[in-house]
């Protein structure tokens, strides 16, 4: 699925200590960040092609709203994640999508260590 999307895998590994994992129990793509997921593209029961974020829940309730193509987190806590079907007639425009995604990245290295976060911004990459 990520050959087609390279270039949220570009963005992605853009981003300091980001790892992209295949989890074949999942059949999804995790992006991780010091062992804790903020992303992971799969495909939903419909078959299409989704990234699945973490957010802020007022926005992601707002986008949900605004938006057919962003729902609830797809096997994901409802609150804190939403889900973008990325192959619709009507795409979410890319810097969207990568704006989503580091604001995701963003709150999830928020909640590392310090410490963790130090040796993150102090990596060479």
Avoid: C
């Amino acid at each position: 699925m990520l050959a087609k999307y390279q270039w949220i895998e570009r963005a992605a590994l853009k981003l300091k200590g980001t790892q992209i994992v295949y989890k074949p129990e999942w059949q999804a793509f995790q992006f991780l960040i010091a062992d804790k997921m903020f992303a992971y593209a799969s495909k939903n029961n419909h078959n299409q092609d989704i990234i699945t974020l973490k957010g802020d829940p007022a926005n992601n309730r707002l986008m949900i709203e605004m938006y057919d193509n962003i729902t609830e987190g797809y096997y994901a806590n409802k609150i804190h994640w939403i889900s973008i079907i990325l192959d619709t007639p009507n795409p979410i425009d890319q810097t969207m999508v990568i704006d989503l995604l580091n604001q995701s990245y963003n709150l999830v290295f928020a909640k590392l260590t310090k410490k963790t976060q130090q040796q993150i911004i102090n990596s060479i990459k």
